[in-house]
């Protein structure tokens, strides 16, 4: 769930995801995640795919933009 100034803006992602990200904040305006993803033969508790996303707030358009890619669906 992202937030902005303890407004709620919505969910990072439109849907749930198997595994728990990693989160860092980068600042006052960016946060960086890495989610976790299975990849074709992983054991099913521990997943090798990784995908790297920033979600940045901008302040001109007063929104939420996100720079990375998603993992694959489930």
């Known amino acids: 769930m992202l937030f902005h100034k303890d407004q709620y803006l919505g969910t990072a992602t439109p ?5 728990a990200p990693d989160m860092k904040l980068l600042n006052t ?3 960086s995640v890495t989610y ?3 990849k074709p033969g992983d054991p099913k ?3 090798s795919g990784r995908a790297h996303v920033n979600f940045i707030w901008d302040h001109a358009k007063k929104k939420v933009i996100m720079d990375g890619n998603l993992p694959p669906r489930d």
């Open 15 to 19: 849907q749930p995801r198997s595994f």
């Open 29 to 31: 305006q960016a946060v």
């Open 36 to 38: 976790y993803y299975a």
């Open 45 to 47: 508790d521990r997943p």
